[in-house]
């Protein structure tokens, strides 16, 4: 038996015992774990320093140095994410539907926990506790494959969280994690058919693509994020520029942060100037279109490749329309189906825009920054799901379930 398969049988065992603990023991497990990321905290800081010291050295991006890096801040926001987990209602055993049909039978629907989740991501960290805090309560064993980027810090979080679980009575083996980064252990897992229910890939476009191309495990496509904020011909400009400045350059490595601004032509001259300013406050990089170049001094020529690119750095694209019809056909055409968003003083331009462009979540007039579970008042996830079947937008712990019926009769036959 394989590495990978082994885990995979680990993982399968361990998961019968999490389904049937009760939601007490759940909640116990995510305790311990909280405490357990306070307590090691300096141990897990220091492992991440050589996961750090590497990136720089083989010339990561800040930005993506940013999604690596751990701090005492970062971990405590790991352990409060798990408490804050504590406080959600159970997912598991809800009625979510049932009825009686007239031959007596009882029919109940609940929900039950999807089984072994196998969770493929790049380089932050956070993405261990928090997928395994969120797995954990929703009764789910989970195999983590983390990136070479953050191995260490990857190994350090999960074994702290392993000896957690195991002081709260449950097998180590729910968490699961992938020691070997090589191309290949992603390949086993996303063929581990028997063992793996589902796959969640958290990554930069390549990553999920190469998953779902890949993968004979069902997946749920999460991350990839070229989110676009259009600029309406009535828009108010400070409003624009403070909403494009913050989507963009608040935390330009995540999924919900705007990589490209689309304008109303009749906008260029009044808005434009205003929202190029605001970002050269950090130093964007602003690539556009030849009507927004000669609009605005320094703006770099765009190329076709500019429109469909998750650039998670401080670089931004500006492509120039003359209706909301066309921002509409050019959002949907370059979208990867994440969030956009619309700046507009107009109501009917609003709805239009929000019933035609096909995303996971589409704003009027605010930054496609709040695209997170917690924002959404649901609590922590594991991903912005951008798919269709199964669950879109934030993947939190409902999204984490599946149903079954049971079903009660007194002899009835058909």
């Keep these: ?13 361990a998961k019968s015992v999490l389904a049937s603990a009760s939601g007490e023991t759940r909640n116990k497990a995510l305790y311990e774990i909280a405490k357990a990321l306070r307590e090691n905290a300096e141990k897990i800081i220091e492992a991440n320093r050589i ?77 261990t506790a928090d997928a395994a805090a969120l797995c954990i309560k929703s009764g789910n064993a989970v195999i983590l494959r983390g990136g070479k980027e953050a191995i260490n810090s990857n190994l350090a979080i999960a074994g702290v969280m392993r000896e957690a679980v195991k002081k709260a009575g449950l097998p180590e083996d729910v968490i699961c994690f992938v020691e070997d980064t090589s191309r290949d252990s992603a390949k086993e897992l996303m063929r581990l058919n028997g063992y793996v ?9 390549g990553l999920i693509k190469s998953v779902v191309e890949n993968s004979s495990v069902p997946v749920i496509e999460t991350g990839a994020g070229n989110c676009h904020i259009y600029i309406d011909e009535t828009a108010d400009a400070k409003m624009a520029a403070d909403i494009v400045f913050n989507a963009k350059t608040s935390r330009p490595s995540v999924c919900n942060a705007c ?4 304008i109303h032509s009749a906008a260029l001259e009044r808005v434009l100037p205003g929202v190029c300013e605001k970002l050269r ?43 909301v019809e066309e921002a ?48 959404f008042g649901f609590g922590a996830e594991i991903g912005i799901s951008t798919q269709k079947l199964h669950a879109r ?21 058909r």
């Design 393 to 413: 937008g934030p993947l939190g712990l409902s999204e984490l379930t599946s149903q079954k019926y049971i079903i009660s009769g007194s002899g009835q036959i």
């Design 259 to 262: 990589e490209s601004l689309v």
């Design 51 to 127: 996961d750090v010291e590497k990136g720089k050295e083989n010339g990561l991006t800040p930005s993506l140095i940013d999604r690596l890096s751990l701090d005492e801040g970062r971990i405590e926001g790991m352990a409060k994410g798990a408490e804050d987990i504590i406080a959600l209602a159970d997912p598991i055993g809800r009625a979510v539907g049932g009825a009686t049909r007239p031959n007596g039978l009882r029919i109940e629907k609940v929900s039950v926990p999807l089984g072994v989740i196998g969770v493929i991501y790049e380089a932050r960290p956070n993405v």
């Design 328 to 375: 509409i056909e050019h959002i949907n055409r370059y979208s990867t189906g994440h969030s956009e968003s619309i700046i507009t003083c107009d109501f009917a331009s609003a709805m239009k825009f929000q019933q035609q462009v096909d995303s996971a979540a589409v704003y009027v007039n605010a930054s496609t920054r709040f695209t997170d579970g917690g924002e």
């Design 281 to 323: 406050e950090k130093n964007v990089e602003i690539r556009g279109d030849e009507r927004a170049a000669n609009t605005v001094e320094g703006i770099i020529p765009a190329t076709d490749e500019d429109w469909g690119k998750e650039y998670l750095d401080y670089i931004i694209s500006v492509k120039t329309v003359d209706s």
């Design 1 to 13: 038996m394989s590495y990978i398969s082994e885990l995979g049988e680990r993982a399968k065992k």
């Design 197 to 205: 229910d589902v796959l969640i890939p958290r990554g930069g476009a």
